[in-house]
């Protein structure tokens, strides 16, 4: 597994966020979040490739938005929000290696936080970032099956839905519709705990601001780790958001 992640630059701090600690995002404990997040991948067995920093556009450390990576294709999103547009290029780049690539457009509007895939089912959030055209367009074009699923509250669906492996989602049914995953055994997040947790292998990395759902990853057999990643989520951004996962 090879795991596409970019570095912070130092004008993260004006990345998109409609998070109350907004203004208070501190680069240096940014890059240093963004660095044990990477070391805990490398541990879960995965080969962390960086792109380089991009200054231009604060919110470039979010990698996953940019793309849609399936296990023999890649699609370019065509991202909604003007200042993130211009975060593709590196990314096309970087994917070439790995997979043959194709360009999503307007009037498909589509954020890879809103792509969640369940054992080859894509479940597609349509939400602010993600609409209907952009659904019916992978449902054209993946050789899989797509379902959408409204998303209620937050930013993308993966803000708060997260699947594991083993049959197992976090969701939270506060925030996203839950009847597209009746089929699954569902974890629901209490509180005001985020439901965004990644699995690599039998790792699931949580946020350290989620102890009572890492409590209960754990009590199911999972191999939790958790992260403080405190700095992302004043911007929105949780632990999927930080890298974009190749399959090998
Ligand atoms: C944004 O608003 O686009 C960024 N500040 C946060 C993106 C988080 N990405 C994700 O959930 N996949």
């Not at 556009?57 to 200042?83: G, H, K, T």
């Not at 209490?190 to 009572?212: F, I, K, M, Q, Y």
């Not at 929105?236 to 974009?244: A, H, I, K, N, P």
Request: hydrophobic fraction near 45%.
């Amino acid at each position: 597994m090879i795991a596409l992640a970019r570095e912070p630059s130092p004008s993260f701090v004006n990345a998109l966020s409609e998070h109350p600690g907004k203004g208070t995002i501190d680069f240096a404990r940014a890059l240093d979040q963004h660095r044990r997040y990477a070391a805990a991948l490398r541990r879960a067995g995965v080969a962390v490739e960086y792109l380089a920093p991009a200054e231009s556009f604060p919110d470039a450390v979010f990698v996953e938005d940019a793309a849609i990576v399936l296990p023999r294709q890649a699609w370019i999103c065509s991202m909604r929000e003007p200042s993130r547009r211009g975060e593709t290029g590196t990314v096309m780049e970087a994917l070439r290696k790995y997979r043959p690539v194709e360009v999503l457009a307007p009037p498909a509007y589509i954020d890879g936080g809103d792509v969640l895939n369940v054992e080859g089912t894509l479940y597609v959030g349509l939400s602010r970032r993600t609409n209907r055209e952009a659904a019916e367009m992978l449902s054209r074009r993946a050789s899989c099956p797509t379902v959408p699923v409204a998303v209620h509250a937050g930013l993308h669906l993966k803000t708060s839905a997260a699947y594991l492996g083993k049959n197992v989602l976090v969701v939270d049914p506060a925030k996203v519709e839950t009847a597209p995953f009746a089929n699954l055994r569902r974890v629901e997040v209490e509180g005001d705990e985020s439901a965004n947790c990644l699995a690599v292998g039998d790792t699931v990395l949580v946020s350290a601001s989620s102890p009572r759902l890492a409590k209960r990853l754990r009590d199911l057999g999972f191999d939790v780790v958790e992260l403080d990643i405190g700095e992302f989520e004043k911007a929105d951004g949780g632990v999927t958001c930080l890298s974009l996962l190749i399959p090998g």
